[in-house]
Every structure is written in C-alpha cells, then in structure tokens.
C-alpha cells in the first residue's frame, strides 16, 4: 500500500513553454501533497504544502505565479511550470500524507525537467 | 525552526559490516523521525521511523534509535549488502505538523 505515481517521468521542453506534472496517490486518499524539488546531490527542497480543494502554501522564495499547484482531488495534485527557463531544469519530486497518519509522507518516484 | 543535522555525508562500509548514520535534531516538539532511502533517479522510499514515544525500533537488518533528551536518533544497517548503496536521509516533524524536516543526506557506499 501507499503507492504514489508521477507522471511524466521526464520531461524536455523549450525554453518558455508549460510544463504540467502530475501526482497521483494510487491506494489511499490524501489529505495532503506536497512538492519537492532536488537539485544534484542536495536534500530535498520543499516547495509547497497543497490540501484538497485549498489554495497551495507556498515556500518562503518560490514563487507561486511560476509553480502553478492544483489539488482537485484526493488523489491527484498537479504542478505546472510556468514559462520555463533552464534554470528551472531539476529534479520535482511529489508526497503524499494520508494513508497512516497526518504526518507520514511516501514519495513519489520524481520527475526529471530538462528547459532547454 | 526546527534544524536536523547528519552525519556522515558519506560512508563507505564492507559488504557484511554493519553502517550506522547519525542525526541531530534542534526542536524539543519533534516527535515523528522518519529515514528514507534515495536510489540514483528516484524518488525517497521510506525505510522505517520512529516515534518519540519509543527508544528503539528494528525491522529486519534495519533499526533506529532515539535519545530524547539528548535529541538525536541515528539508523543501523547490520549485514550490509550492495543493494544498500544508496543515499540515506533522515527527518523530523512535530505533532500536528504537517512538514518534516530533512537532513542533507549520507551516501552510503558498500564495497565489495
């Protein structure tokens, strides 16, 4: 159980353009995602907090016109990229808490962004 | 805030020896420790965690420690095997905390 899904698993795309990232909780209902993004040999960074059906929380310096987060479900968040840079280029890894307790996060496998 | 640290950031350990990584955590109000392991390219999987209501908890060649008053807890792999090589981090959440807090990570080695 507490199976969490990403889809793309890898993405390139043009400098400027959208990306959407989906994440998807295949066993259980969550109650809360979240969205992480790693860079080379680093931690995890965590970008947002989003619950069903509420505005996402975003972190202190990421900016919540460019990452776009929507939670429409108890089973699927999204996070589209807006206007891509190749800065933007990283690894986004989605959570899912719900399934044993409120605090108890299982990840989903990332997806790789490449902006050229 | 609360501030985990832990060490090594990396380990290098004999196929068979057993590999201990440490962490320290700065909030008192901390009380859910959960360890993941990361492979190249994927996503974190949780490993196992603890509680702050337990001292110890073993799964198989894996345990985790707690030490409350000193604020630390650290993770055992006994009879260490290649698939281990992997990177190790922990975390920390408070009670009705929704986040948790990772530490920077330890790349564990297993040699043949």
């Known amino acids: 159980g507490a199976v969490v899904s990403q889809h793309p698993s890898w993405v390139i795309c043009k400098s400027g353009t959208s990306v959407k990232i989906e994440c998807r909780s295949l066993d259980f209902q969550a109650t809360t995602m979240f969205w992480y993004r790693q860079f080379p040999k680093q931690s995890l960074m965590l970008m947002a907090t989003s619950n069903e059906g509420s505005k996402a929380t975003y972190e202190q310096g990421v900016e919540k016109d460019k990452f776009l987060i929507n939670h429409a479900s108890l089973t699927l968040s999204t996070l589209t990229v807006t206007s891509a840079h190749p800065e933007d280029s990283s690894f986004y890894i989605c959570?899912?808490?719900?399934?044993?307790?409120?605090?108890?996060?299982?990840f989903g496998p990332g997806t790789r962004l490449t902006v050229l | 805030g609360e501030n985990v640290e832990q060490h090594p950031s990396t380990l290098s350990v004999q196929e068979g020896d057993s590999a201990v990584i440490k962490c320290t955590y700065s909030d008192s109000a901390s009380n859910y420790f959960p360890w993941y392991k990361q492979e190249l390219g994927k996503g974190p999987q949780l490993i196992i965690d603890i509680r702050s209501n337990v001292g110890e908890k073993k799964d198989q060649r894996i345990a985790v420690t707690l030490n409350k008053t000193a604020k630390h807890f650290s993770l055992h792999i006994t009879e260490t095997q290649p698939e281990d090589s992997a990177v190790y981090f922990c975390a920390a959440a408070a009670e009705g905390d929704d986040k948790i807090i990772f530490g920077k990570g330890t790349r564990l080695h297993i040699l043949p």
């Open positions: 959570s899912a808490s719900g399934q044993a307790s409120t605090d108890t996060q299982y």
